[in-house]
């Protein structure tokens, strides 16, 4: 059973940054791809950014490019999401997500089956 645990929610303001980690289980850091999403109330989950094995190819949406980055450290089977100069509209429910498979959409939640419980994060102004 493919397990993910995510930490590192907290609450900064604008111009801060933040670290979120995605604790996964072994067969997950084996898997193709680990991905990061987020979903603020009222709204669609978004896909933030994505990292896959075979080259490490990674993904990151357009809101969040030069801002965000998604190192991974195998050794602890842990995949972060670094976050610098966060904005108020980056407040959500971040979470992360595995696929065992190669994902043709790395920033789309339909590509993955496995899913952490989520971590908050709030931005203020």
């Known amino acids: 059973q493919v397990q993910l645990v995510e930490s590192g929610g907290g609450s900064v303001q604008a111009g801060g940054s933040l670290r979120l980690s995605c604790a996964v289980s072994l067969y997950t850091t084996r898997s193709s791809c680990v991905g990061w999403f987020r979903q603020a109330p009222g709204q669609e989950r978004e896909g933030v950014a994505a990292?896959?094995?075979?080259?490490?190819?990674?993904y990151y949406a357009d809101s969040v490019k030069g801002r965000f980055t998604i190192p991974q450290d195998n050794a602890k089977n842990t995949v972060y999401l670094q976050m610098n100069s966060l904005k108020p509209e980056n407040t959500a429910m971040y979470y992360c997500a595995a696929s065992p498979f190669r994902v043709r959409s790395p920033g789309r939640a339909y590509e993955y089956p496995y899913w952490g419980q989520g971590t908050q994060v709030t931005v203020s102004s």
């Open positions: 990292i896959c094995t075979g080259g490490g190819s990674t």
